[in-house]
């Protein structure tokens, strides 16, 4: 343990600090029934109590009572997923979302990580929310790929080598096609139903702008003008379930006043984690005077893409995609949104379209934001066992809602030799909508690396 922090001494103050510790009457709300049990990641590895959602609210009132944040508290709360599968198990409403986001800033704030720790955390947080600092590494990555290095490093067995949590950056890394850029203003097919605005994202606009250019094309054609500002940038999801509190409040107010000037009647979003995000900006931004308002305000105004097409009911025709796919929820979608219906009924309207349900729903992939990064080894379990329920399944096309799944699934398959082709459900809505052949859309998304068909 030599790369232990030197502020050891710091463990004697209590773990919680005044500024928003979790909250008693929250934690009081748990009767230790243990519904949540069978649905937590990290409970299901390892039968560990204090990796439950029921040990981790303990180790909470023990902070709350004056405890110390030590290394073993500190550790239950980092393998934590933030999953949110223990709020939908909960049959007594425990807000445990609110609770861990809580204690997470808690944790950043007063706990002494070592410096190899936190220098990996500075690199993804100096990079990852930044979509110009991503695209500067487009090149690089492509030539990169081109070129056969990624495939010469893993078949010489060098990437092992590699620290594990830079393998695990590398091999979540998709392969990387031509930029495909949103309008500004996508107009509204026919008649206009609606003027809206999506979010392009940092991670999602530069490794999937396929899926952006898709969201503006499907809702287009639904009868909405969409407008994609772009003034706009990260919505801060990362650095909100990562405990970045004051980090979040600035992308957060950005991404507010960036919107508002757009005069949008709803934001559609199309990546999971930043859609429960944006939907918490009310809570996020609760002190703030300036903020605190237009937050509530502008949170009631987010939908996901699914929800939202849903909401408006289809006027394009969708043509018929005879494929078998393999829906997976997002846990950020279905748990922390509570999503499910709206994108299978999205599927199940495209004519010919067969959806297969996925064993253990429940059950996180292992992404979770930047969990599959900072916790490679309980990602690469839950990952393996994700990939093994998706392809009992059969299906010719696994789609979900979430970049992050995408990326981490695709990676489980391929560690165990197996390919699929991956894509978003406004990808599969797009191409029916465009009437492309069901093979034609299978070749396409794999052949730019998310699974290649077999």
């Known amino acids: 343990m030599a790369d232990q922090p030197p502020e050891s001494g710091a463990w004697a103050l209590p773990a919680f600090d005044g500024h928003h510790p979790p909250e008693k009457e929250l934690i009081d709300d748990c009767v230790h029934c243990g519904f949540c049990l069978p649905t937590c990641p990290t409970y299901l590895l390892w039968g560990e109590e204090m990796d439950s959602p029921r040990g981790r609210i303990y180790l909470m009132d023990v902070g709350l009572s004056g405890g110390p944040l030590n290394d073993e508290m500190a550790r239950h709360f980092d393998q934590c997923l933030g999953c949110m599968a223990c709020v939908t198990a909960c049959p007594s409403g425990v807000q445990y ?44 990555v492509r030539l990169y790929q081109k070129a056969g290095l990624r495939a010469l490093l893993e078949r010489s067995g060098l990437v092992r080598l590699l620290p594990d949590r830079l393998g695990s950056m590398q091999a979540l890394l998709p392969d990387l096609g031509p930029m495909e850029k949103v309008p500004e203003l996508t107009p509204a097919a026919g008649q206009r139903r609606g003027r809206v605005g999506i979010l392009v994202g940092c991670v999602q606009s530069v490794f999937f702008p396929q899926v952006n250019a898709a969201t503006a094309r499907v809702l287009a054609a639904d009868g909405c003008e969409v407008v994609a500002p772009p003034e706009q940038g990260c919505c801060g999801a990362l650095s909100m379930h990562a405990g970045r509190e004051a980090e979040a409040q600035r992308f957060a107010r950005r991404t507010i006043d960036v919107f ?88 199940r309207a495209v004519p010919g379209l067969e959806l297969r349900e996925i064993d253990e729903p429940e059950i996180c992939c292992g992404s979770a934001g930047i969990y599959n990064l900072v916790e490679p080894d309980p990602a690469r379990e839950l990952g393996a066992r994700k990939a093994a329920k998706v392809l009992a399944t ?35 809505l797009d191409a029916s909508i465009q009437g492309e052949p069901a093979r034609s859309l299978l070749a396409r998304v794999a052949g730019r690396g998310q699974g290649r068909l077999s």
Request: glycine share 6%; net charge positive; aromatic share 6%.
């Open 97 to 140: 979302d609110k609770l861990i986001e809580a204690t997470r800033q808690q944790v950043e704030r007063r706990y002494p990580r070592s410096r190899r720790d936190r220098a990996f955390r500075a690199l993804v947080f100096k990079l990852f929310p930044y979509p110009r600092r991503l695209r500067l590494l487009r090149g690089p």
């Open 260 to 347: 508002e000037a757009a005069e949008v009647d709803a934001v559609v979003v199309n990546a999971a984690g930043c859609g429960s995000s944006m939907k918490e900006y009310g809570h996020l931004l609760r002190d703030d005077p300036g903020y605190a308002e237009r937050a509530a305000r502008f949170s009631a105004r987010v939908r996901d893409v699914s929800e939202f097409l849903a909401e408006l009911e289809p006027a394009a025709e969708r043509h018929p995609l005879p494929v078998k796919v393999a829906y997976h929820d997002a846990c950020h979608l279905a748990h922390a949104q509570g999503i499910r219906k709206p994108p299978r009924d999205g599927l």
């Open 394 to 428: 059969g299906a010719d096309l696994l789609v979900t809602s979430n970049p992050g799944c995408l990326l981490q699934i695709r990676a489980s398959l391929e560690r165990t030799g197996e390919h699929l082709p991956m894509a978003h459900v406004v990808e599969v």
